[in-house]
Each structure stands twice: as structure tokens, then as C-alpha cells.
């Protein structure tokens, strides 16, 4: 069977210059001020670093401002609850993000819980995270919008349709179990959510339309797993010596599956412009 890739870098780049003519229309010509995310970084994983660097990239590209805030791998609880408090009070600053993984020793509930909901443009804060849950109007987190934007603009049906899920993080399991199966256009979705001690996981994998793995273990999904013409979404990325690979085993999905998003250049730019998008509609809400 013929597979067909879903390109994130081509659909980022049609949505980033939609996002760009908003802020034309809305911000530059009626002189207003330009969005501000604030990013707040702890410690030195490579990869943190690298998706933060990404995201600045961006915002430069775009004309978003940002700010930075760079904390070192020890810093205390306190310093950190303290930045957000500053982030949450600076009138300029639109939104912010606080970069996850953060350290064992900081109380990662009390921190999402510190950010003010109204600038949480993660979406990661129990009061928009419920809203999302209750269907209502909010900041929804910015993988989980960048998947179901990806499959909208391919014109790729979920309603109906059966949905397996593996991995259920915070970032992206969880939330998009949630939005796959709201009712709503780009809902309907029958969701199964499977996750670590998920018993005989290919029996709902072999069932499923739409498969999407973000399990964060390289190569995990399998072309033996899938049934032929799955849609396959791989929300993995990893460092692999030369070579970046994804959640899903490539070459014995490939040809199997009707859909396949590449790693890397499938979810990866979608999320970052995702991100984009909740900093304008902050932005838009604090105007
Ligand atoms: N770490 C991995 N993905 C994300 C994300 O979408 N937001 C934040 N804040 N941290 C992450």
C-alpha cells in the first residue's frame, strides 16, 4: 500500500505565515504591542535546550518577542516559583511556558499550579486543562493542537473512527485522548488510551484507525502491530548517534500505513507553531 507522509514542515510554514498575517491586521497596523512569551528554562538537557532554542527561532522568525529565563539545574524550588510569580505579574509578557522535564527535586504540581491560567500557554494548568475536558473554549496544550491541526488541514476523518493512543503524559497522552474524543467537528473520535502497564497493547493497535504513539521509546510501534491502512501519528524524537528516529518503527510501517508523519518534520514543527498560536490568542486577550 502506498503511504503517504504528512508534512509538518510545509503545514507549519503555511499556518506560521496565517498566524503572521493576524498579527499584521491586528497588532502592527493598529500600532498595538507586539506578543511576548516568556520561557522559563531549568538545567541543561540537551533536548530541553534544543526545543527551547527552537521555540525562540520561531518567535524571532515571526516577530514574537521573548524573553528567556535560564535557571540552573539546581536552583530551588522558591527561584523558580519565584520567576513564574514575576512572569505572571510583568504586564508585557503575554504568556509563558515553563520547560518539562524540570528537576526531581522541584514539585512539578506547584508549579503549573502557580501560573496564572491566563498566560499558561501550554495549557498545562488544572483550570484550562479542565476546561478542555468540559469542552470549553481555552488554551489547549500545543502537541495535542498541533496533531489534531495536522490531521484537519490533510482532511483526514476522526469522527467514528477507533483511536488508540499509547503513552498517557501529561504533554501530549492525555490531552489528546481528551480532544480526540470530544464532540465536536474535530472530535467523535472512539478513544483508547494504552500506556506502560497496558497488558497485550497490539490487541487494540491491530484495531485501530488512528494510531497515535508518544510513548518516548524509539522504534516501539511496529508495522506487525498496525492493521493495513492505519494512520499512524509519531510524536517521539530521539538522538540516535547520526540518526533521529521516532516512537514508530519507520521502514515496517511504511508501506502499510495509509498515513505516516515523519521524525523528524512531522509533529515536531507543528507543535512549535502551535505554541505561536496560543502566544497570539494571549496576546489578543490582553489587548
Ligand atoms: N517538554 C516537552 N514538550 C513540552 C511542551 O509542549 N511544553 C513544555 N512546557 N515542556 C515540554
Same mark, same amino acid.
Given at each position: 500500500m502506498t503511504t503517504k507522509l504528512l508534512d509538518g514542515i510545509l503545514l507549519a510554514k503555511e499556518i506560521r505565515n496565517e498566524i503572521y498575517k493576524i498579527i499584521k491586521k491586528e497588532i502592527l497596523n493598529k500600532n498595538k504591542r507586539v506578543p511576548h512569551l516568556g520561557i522559563i528554562l531549568t538545567g541543561n538537557n540537551s533536548s530541553s535546550i534544543t526545543y527551547v532554542n527552537n521555540k525562540i527561532k520561531e518567535c524571532k522568525n515571526i516577530g514574537i518577542k521573548y524573553s528567556l529565563k535560564h535557571l540552573p539545574v539546581n536552583c530551588l524550588e522558591e527561584e523558580l516559583l519565584e520567576e513564574i510569580i514575576k512572569m505572571n505579574q510583568n504586564?508585557?509578557?503575554?504568556g509563558f511556558i515553563v520547560q518539562f522535564?524540570?528537576? &526531581?527535586? *522541584?514539585n512539578q504540581d506547584k508549579v503549573i499550579l502557580s501560573i496564572n491560567p491566563k498566560k499558561d500557554v501550554d495549557g498545562f494548568h488544572p483550570e484550562n486543562f479542565g476546561k478542555m475536558a468540559l469542552d470549553m473554549k481555552t488554551f489547549f496544550p500545543a502537541t495535542a493542537l498541533g496533531i489534531l491541526t495536522l490531521l484537519e488541514r490533510y482532511k483526514i476523518q476522526i469522527s467514528g473512527k477507533y483511536t488508540v493512543i499509547i503513552g498517557r503524559s501529561r504533554i501530549v497522552g492525555r490531552p489528546i485522548s481528551l480532544l480526540m474524543s470530544r464532540n465536536s467537528n474535530l472530535g467523535n473520535s472512539t478513544v483508547t488510551l494504552t500506556h506502560s &502497564?497496558?497488558?497485550? *497493547?497490539e490487541y487494540y493497535t491491530q484495531q485501530a484507525d488512528i494510531i497515535v504513539v508518544a #510513548? =518516548?521509546?524509539? =522504534?516501539?510501534?511496529? =508495522? &506487525?502491530m498496525i492493521k493495513k491502512g492505519a494512520i499512524i501519528i509519531d510524536v517521539g524524537i530521539h538522538n540516535n548517534e547520526k540518526k533521529i528516529l521516532g516512537d514508530v518503527d519507520f521502514y515496517s510501517v511504511y508501506g502499510k500505513a495509509s498515513y505516516l508523519t515523519p #521524525?523528524?518534520?512531522?509533529?515536531g514543527p507543528m507543535t512549535r507553531v502551535m505554541l505561536l498560536k496560543n502566544t497570539l490568542i494571549a496576546a489578543l486577550n490582553n489587548r
Open positions: 504586564p508585557c509578557i503575554d522535564p524540570i528537576g &526531581k527535586h *522541584i &502497564k497496558t497488558k497485550n *497493547i #510513548v =518516548g521509546i524509539p =522504534g516501539f510501534l511496529k =508495522g &506487525k #521524525v523528524p518534520g512531522g509533529i
